[in-house]
């Protein structure tokens, strides 16, 4: 069983609003886009769903039960949370932070050669952090946030430094652990939005403006009038993606 609340959530800070009263479930599997300009408060959003930031009312909830009331292995085993900048403390092997990933709960094939394995990795099991390359830390970073299947995968800009055949690659494995995992992303790339998720969530200045498929999110002029554009929404010949570009 997996249920995400989000119970009338706001956050602020010096007097400024980031998130504005939010409210939505999401139930069961699947792939959940946060996507909004920048400053919309997608990061916000997330770390409050992750259980990282207190929100100043309402409260976030993993199957009924209020986040900070997880005990904290019991967290670490149902959510895997890939932020938008990590650093590790010290200068680890790719192995050792696959390791640590897959040391989160015990799960069946979550050894850390055979993660390494799943993922491409092996090459770059004894390469240090600070030799590895910004997309190579993202896929190391990935491999560690899915090595025991999460039940909750929160992934924020997980694409941002790939090249284009890996960040099809992360996205084709964040929609395959959306069979049996809750995965919420956030994304700026509409065209892939709109393509792999389920499902959408709008962030405009901490507001929730829409919260719909993508089929129906394209059929409104919620998009438009949130990035400020007139965006050209074409049906590829196999009517089955989307192509958006600046009308
Ligand atoms: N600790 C903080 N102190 C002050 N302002 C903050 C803090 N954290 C976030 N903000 C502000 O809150 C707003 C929302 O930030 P957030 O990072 O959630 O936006 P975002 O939608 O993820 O943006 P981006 O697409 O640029 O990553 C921004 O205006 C940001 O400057």
Redesign the pocket.
């Known amino acids: 069983m997996i249920a995400v609340d989000c119970a009338s959530v706001s956050v602020g ?2 007097g400024t609003s ?1 998130l504005r009263d939010i409210s939505f479930r999401l139930n069961g599997a699947g792939f959940v886009g946060v996507l ?1 300009p ?7 959003l997330l770390r409050v769903l992750a259980g990282l930031r207190a929100p100043d009312a309402g409260e976030a909830r993993w199957n009924g039960l209020a986040t900070p009331r997880w005990p904290a292995r019991k967290r670490a085993a149902f959510c895997g949370y890939l932020p ?1 900048q990590f650093a590790p403390a010290w200068d680890y092997e790719a192995g050792d932070i696959i390791a640590l990933g897959a040391g989160r709960a015990s799960a069946g094939d979550a050894s850390p050669g055979h993660v390494l394995a799943r993922f491409g990795l092996t090459a770059l099991a004894r390469r240090r952090w600070s030799m590895l390359s910004g997309g190579e830390r993202a896929r190391v970073m990935l491999a560690a946030t899915l090595a025991t299947s999460p039940a909750l995968v929160l992934a924020d800009e997980p694409g941002a430094s790939l090249d284009v055949r890996h960040k099809l690659d992360l996205l084709r494995r964040l929609r395959s652990a959306s069979t049996s995992s809750l995965v919420v992303a ?1 994304m700026h790339d509409l065209d892939l939005a709109l393509r792999f998720c389920d499902r959408i969530l709008l ?1 405009e200045e901490g507001a929730l403006v829409a919260d719909c498929s993508p089929d129906d999110l394209l059929a409104g002029d919620a998009l438009d009038r949130v990035f400020g554009l007139r965006l050209q929404k074409v049906r590829r010949h196999d009517d089955h993606d989307w192509v958006i570009g600046l009308g």
Do not use: F
Not at 38 to 44: E, F, I, L, M, Y
């Open positions: 800070r010096k980031l909004g920048n400053g919309a408060g997608k990061s916000t938008q956030v962030l």
